[in-house]
């Protein structure tokens, strides 16, 4: 069937229906939006943790961690910013390590345009080493919704990741990058 028999079948009712279907009361592009990257936090990116005990030498490292890489994707919905977080964490067992289940604790907070945290949770990222299985490397997958009244909402809004040192592995991370 031709597209003139059709038009010529169809009522003029129908043919305005048709003609206004593709009418918009917006003509506007829909709005882009940037899908927040995550950034690492400045002495988060590391930690050098120590068996239970008072010595801080070479010989008492338990394991060292590493957030090598992250990345985010993003869906926009009507009224919210579904958030995909990727973080690969890296760790290798030190002298000291003990043969079991190893932690590496990490976080994700939301930031708005302000530098309010708006969303965070603490996470792990659980490996078994040992002398035997010295390394280990992990994909940590995280989704987040960010909601919104209006797409301008959005702007400004970041997201901080990073591991989570105790405050002895902080101020060792700080000690060996000499600040």
Partial sequence: MSLAKFIA???????????????GGDSSP?????????????????????KAGAGRDPRDIAY?????????SCQLGSRALDVTVVMIVAVSAG???TPGQTRVPYFVRVLDGNGTVRQGQD????????????????????????????????????IAVG?????EELNYNRRAAGR
């Fill in 9 to 23: 079948g169809v009522p003029v009712a129908g043919l305005l229906a048709i003609a206004l279907a593709g009418c």
């Fill in 95 to 97: 002298p000291s390590v």
């Fill in 30 to 50: 829909p709005p882009s939006i940037v899908c927040p990257p995550p950034l690492t936090v400045q002495d988060a990116s590391r930690i050098t943790h120590f």
């Fill in 163 to 167: 591991l989570k040192p105790t405050q």
């Fill in 123 to 158: 996470f792990t990222a659980d490996f078994k080493l040992s002398s035997a299985s010295p390394r280990g490397e992990s994909r940590e997958e995280l989704a987040l919704s960010i909601p919104f009244n209006e797409i301008k909402d959005l702007t400004g809004y970041r």
């Fill in 64 to 72: 060292e961690a590493a957030l090598v890489s992250s990345g985010s």
